[in-house]
């Protein structure tokens, strides 16, 4: 099962939860999430500094094959 259809598959599913259970995988859902994209003060600086250089015309960009052929280098 591909990405796509495992999330069809929970959104179909869901309907048929009893309030108890939702509850339960909400809550579990709800922290792996929230663990998943927590960033620190200084991450989310970072990524304003990054996309405000991007937005500005300040940054360069890299190919798959550049990033690659500089990594193997």
């Not at 991007?54 to 280098?73: I, L, P, Q, T, W």
Request: glycine share 2%; net charge negative; aromatic share 8%.
């Amino acid at each position: 099962m591909n990405t796509v259809e495992k999330s069809d598959y929970i959104h179909n599913y869901l309907h048929r939860v009893d309030d108890n259970n939702i509850d339960e995988m909400f809550k579990r859902i709800k922290a792996l999430v929230e663990k998943d994209i927590t960033l620190t003060q200084a991450q989310e600086e970072e990524i304003e500094y990054r996309v405000k250089r991007h937005k500005d015309g300040e940054s360069k960009s890299y190919s798959s094959y550049e990033v690659k052929n500089r990594a193997m280098s």
